[in-house]
C-alpha cells in the first residue's frame, strides 16, 4: 500500500503541475495563472511531502503495529543497541528515533544496521546501549533492520538460543533441561568466579539450595556463564528460577531474563 499511495501522490502532483503550467501558457484568459487551476500545485506542494513521510516504514509500523511487508518475512537476528538518537519526526507527540544495532544474524555473523521506529515517551528509557532486541533483516540488505514486532516469542527465543550455542554460552542440552525441566525457585547460597569468559561472558559457579514443588529442598552446583549486566541477578542471597529434571537434580539451569540491568 505505501507503494500505491506514494505512486498516486506522484502521478498527482506530475499532472496537476502540468496542467497548472500548460493552461498558464496556452490560455487566452486575461489572467491565466489565476483561476482554480493554481490550486493544484498547492496541494501538490502540501500532500507529496506528507505522503512520503507518513508512509515510511516506521509511521506504517506504529500505525499498523505490524513489521512493513518488505522486512515482514525477513530472517530473524539479534540486534545490540550500540546507541539511540531522535530523528525530529513525531507522530502523535511520540518520537520517531533511529537505533544503531550490532546484529548477530541466523547464520552467526554479524554486522551493524539501523532501524527507524516510533516510540512511546514511557518506553524511550528502555533502549538503552546493550540492550538486545530480535530484529528482522533482509539478507541482500544488512544495512537496515526493523524491531520485529510479530509478537513470535518462540522465533526470537530460538535465535537467542542459537547464538548463545554458538558462542559456547550454553548447550543444546541445558536448553532442553530448561524446555522441559520441572521450574522451582532457588537461592543462591555460594558464589565463585573462576576466571573463565566466552564471549564477554564470565563464567561464575554457583551453590543453590533449591526448593521442590512439595517444599523440600536439595542442593545442587551449576556454572552459568552471564553478561556481566547481570552477575548482579545471582549474588548470594538472591533468588533465581531454575529448571531441573526429575531424577536427575544435579542437571540444572538457571533461568535469566535478557535485559537486565545492573
Known sequence: MKHQIRTATVVFSILGTGYYL?????????????GWQMSLPIIALTVLPM?????????????TGNNSSEFR????GL???????????SLNDQPQVRIDFRVEGADGKAFPAYAKMIVPLTELALLRPGVVL????LPECTDRVEVDL??????????????????????QAKLDIARNGIAAQAVVSALSVPGEIRD??????????VTRPDGSTFEARTEKFLPPTQVSQVQIGRVVRVHYLPGREQDLVISLPVNTGP
Do not use: C
Not at 51 to 63: K, Q
Not at 134 to 137: C, H, I, S
Open 134 to 137: 530480535p530484529v528482522r533483516y
Open 79 to 89: 540486534g545490540t543497541v550500540e546507541s539511540v538518537r531522535n530523528t525530529g519526526v
Open 200 to 209: 564477554g561472558h564470565p563464567r561464575l559457579d554457583l551453590t543453590l539450595i
Open 22 to 34: 500548460w493552461h498558464g501558457l496556452t490560455s487566452d484568459d486575461f489572467l491565466p495563472w489565476l
Open 150 to 171: 510479530s509478537g513470535d516469542t518462540s522465533a526470537a527465543q530460538n535465535a537467542m538460543n542459537q547464538a548463545m550455542i554458538r558462542k559456547g554460552v550454553t548447550t
Open 73 to 76: 518475512d525477513g530472517l530473524m
Open 51 to 63: 505522503a512520503f513521510a507518513f508512509t515510511g516504514d516506521s509511521v506504517m509500523s506504529a500505525l
